[in-house]
């Protein structure tokens, strides 16, 4: 009995970890996927002609990588979150950093 219990207890918790695990995504685009975000909450401000365009450029991806979640102070949506979460990711993972 005590086996059995164990072999279901092993066999939902693989279950579980298949169901979690997620397809990879496509990568995020920052112009198609970032700006736009960007360009509805931080404009004019951030964008050319703005007063902090000079300072923090947001139409460059390495001005977002170089602040990171630093956005998320006017940023709330969680969807938007996830998607620059995705980009920083990924922008991380294929090594460029702040040097794009």
């Given at each position: 009995?005590?086996?059995?219990?164990?072999?279901i207890a092993?066999?939902?918790?693989?279950?579980?970890?298949a169901?979690t695990?997620?397809?990879?995504?496509?990568?995020?685009?920052?112009?198609?996927?970032?700006?736009?975000?960007?360009e509805?909450?931080?404009?004019?401000?951030?964008f050319?002609?703005?007063?902090?365009?000079?300072?923090?450029p947001f139409?460059?991806p390495?001005t977002?990588?170089a602040?990171?979640e630093?956005l998320?102070?006017?940023?709330?949506?969680?969807k938007?979150?996830?998607?620059i979460r995705?980009?920083?990711?990924g922008?991380?993972?294929s090594g460029?950093?702040?040097?794009?």
């Amino acid at each position: 009995m005590r086996r059995l219990i164990l072999a279901i207890a092993l066999l939902m918790t693989m279950a579980l970890a298949a169901s979690t695990t997620t397809a990879p995504t496509k990568p995020v685009d920052f112009a198609k996927d970032i700006q736009p975000i960007l360009e509805a909450k931080c404009q004019p401000c951030h964008f050319p002609g703005g007063t902090m365009y000079e300072k923090r450029p947001f139409d460059k991806p390495a001005t977002i990588v170089a602040l990171g979640e630093k956005l998320f102070t006017r940023i709330k949506d969680e969807k938007q979150r996830a998607v620059i979460r995705a980009f920083l990711a990924g922008q991380k993972r294929s090594g460029n950093g702040s040097s794009r």
